[in-house]
C-alpha cells in the first residue's frame, strides 16, 4: 500500500514536472503545489492563448476543453489547498486533467518546432527544413485566405459556368 502511495505521488509530481507556466525546452509546464501557485497558471495559460501569444492556435472546441479542466482542477485546490493535502483519488485525477491540457497547449504551441525532409525543386538530395507551428499555422491561412479570395474573386472557380 505505501508503494502505491508513492508512485501516485511520483506521478503527480512528474505530471507537474510536464505540465504554472513555466518553460523547459519550449514546453508548458505545471507548477503548482498550492491554490495561489494554480491560479497564477490559469492566468498565464489564458494570457498564452489570445492573438499573438503562444497558444493562439488552440481551436475553440480546445479551448472548451482546456478552460473545463482548469476549472477541475481549481476546484480540487479550493476544496484540498495543496497538492500534499489531497488524497489519492484527487491527486489522480488533477494529474489526468494536467497531461489533457498538456497535451492540448503542446499540440498548438506556437513555438513547437517541426522538422521535415524535403528534397529542393530541381535536387533529389534531401534536406531537413525546420519551421514552428506558427509559422506553418501562418502560412496555411494565408493560403487559405488567398484561395477564398481567388474563389469569391473569379466566378469560374465557384463552380459557375
Known amino acids: 500500500m505505501q508503494l502505491r502511495k508513492w508512485m501516485v505521488g511520483a506521478m503527480v509530481l512528474v505530471g507537474f514536472c510536464q505540465g504554472g507556466i513555466a518553460h523547459a525546452k519550449d514546453k508548458p509546464i505545471v507548477k503548482a503545489e ?11 495559460v489564458h494570457q ?3 492573438p499573438g501569444g503562444r497558444f493562439e492556435f488552440v481551436d475553440s472546441k480546445e479551448r472548451e476543453t482546456v478552460d473545463n ?15 500534499d493535502q489531497m488524497n489519492e483519488a484527487a491527486k489522480i485525477k488533477l ?3 494536467q497531461e ?3 497535451e492540448i497547449l ?6 513547437r518546432r517541426i522538422c521535415e ?9 534531401r534536406k531537413t527544413m525546420c519551421t514552428t507551428y506558427r509559422d506553418q499555422e501562418l502560412q496555411r ?19 459557375g459556368h
Not at 481549481?74 to 476544496?79: A, C, G, H, K
Not at 525532409?117 to 538530395?125: E, K, T, Y
Not at 484561395?147 to 472557380?157: A, F, G, H, S, V
Request: charged fraction near 25%; charge should be negative.
Open 69 to 83: 479542466r482548469l476549472d477541475e482542477m481549481m476546484s480540487l485546490f479550493n476544496t484540498y489547498g495543496t497538492v
Open 106 to 111: 503542446r499540440h498548438r504551441d506556437g513555438n
Open 48 to 50: 498564452e492563448m489570445v
Open 117 to 125: 525532409s524535403v528534397a529542393p525543386v530541381g535536387s533529389h538530395i
Open 100 to 102: 489533457e491540457v498538456n
Open 95 to 97: 494529474y489526468n486533467d
Open 34 to 44: 498550492t491554490k495561489a501557485d494554480f491560479t497564477a497558471v490559469v492566468a498565464a
Open 141 to 159: 491561412r494565408q493560403t487559405q485566405q488567398f484561395l477564398d479570395d481567388t474563389r469569391r474573386n473569379n466566378p469560374q472557380l465557384r463552380g
